[in-house]
């Protein structure tokens, strides 16, 4: 990940065991105007573009205690690859008491009971999520669903999901990938696909340095 002052720029890859599989997701941050605006392009081996534009409320100078908190953010799914019409987009904006989500042109508002943290599928909004659960109490997550992205009549539609976010300690842990050993404050988090076994690693500004699930499939951001 590169860092120039209120830029943060870079890509992650996904790798099960020692290979590195062809899934790309590529970021960037900018802060102006009082928020974070974050851009994210994944693309697959099969050419299929998931592009994911967010703002974000934060201070200019992030850290563990003062993680990003994601306002908005529009998704498209693109089967055909970059530049062809994408099949579904959606909308997601988040207050205190309301989620409106606008999908292929459907507007619909659903009410918060609680405290919600929206976290649109970006690997570098992951962080941000694990912060804000770890910090707010009995908060809920909110997420576009994305099991299936060839199931058009689901995807991208909103979850609102208990999910549980636990430190391992102040300690700081790693997590050897296959580009080397990633270090950082350790999180596990279960609910939604993960599960206990899961280890995320975040870096001290907030943002996720590399994960790995169970079953050995590890996402990681490249240097």
């Known amino acids: 990940m590169v860092r120039n002052g209120s830029c943060r720029y870079g890509s992650y890859r996904y790798a099960k065991g ?56 529009s998704l498209t799914w693109a089967p055909d690859g970059k530049g062809s019409p994408p ?15 606008v999908r292929n042109g459907e507007h619909k508002t659903t009410t918060l009971l609680g405290p919600s943290v929206l976290s649109p599928l970006a ?10 659960l770890a910090n707010t109490v009995r908060a ?19 979850r ?12 700081r842990g790693s997590l050897d990938t296959p580009d080397g050993v990633a270090t950082g404050q350790s999180f596990q988090y279960a609910g939604g696909n993960y599960d206990e076994h899961d280890v995320f690693i975040v870096s001290d500004d907030g943002l996720l340095l590399a994960y790995s699930f169970a079953d050995l499939t590890i996402w990681r951001v490249d240097d």
């Not at 020692?18 to 697959?44: C, K, M, N, Q």
């Open 87 to 101: 099949v579904v987009s959606a909308q997601f904006t988040v207050s205190e008491t309301e989620l409106d989500v």
């Open 18 to 73: 020692a290979s590195v599989l062809p899934v790309t997701e590529r970021f960037s941050l900018t802060y102006g105007a009082d928020r974070w605006h974050i851009t994210t392009e994944r693309a697959t081996g099969s050419g299929a573009v998931l592009t994911i534009e967010a703002e974000a409320d934060g201070v200019p100078d992030l850290s563990l205690s003062t993680p990003l908190l994601i306002r908005n953010a």
């Open 123 to 132: 690997r570098i909004t992951m962080g941000p999520t694990l912060l804000n």
């Open 160 to 171: 609102i999901e208990d999910r549980r976010v636990e430190r391992s300690g102040a300690q």
């Open 140 to 158: 809920r997550t909110i997420v576009p669903w994305f099991h299936d992205p060839s199931n058009t009549e689901l995807l991208f539609t909103p």
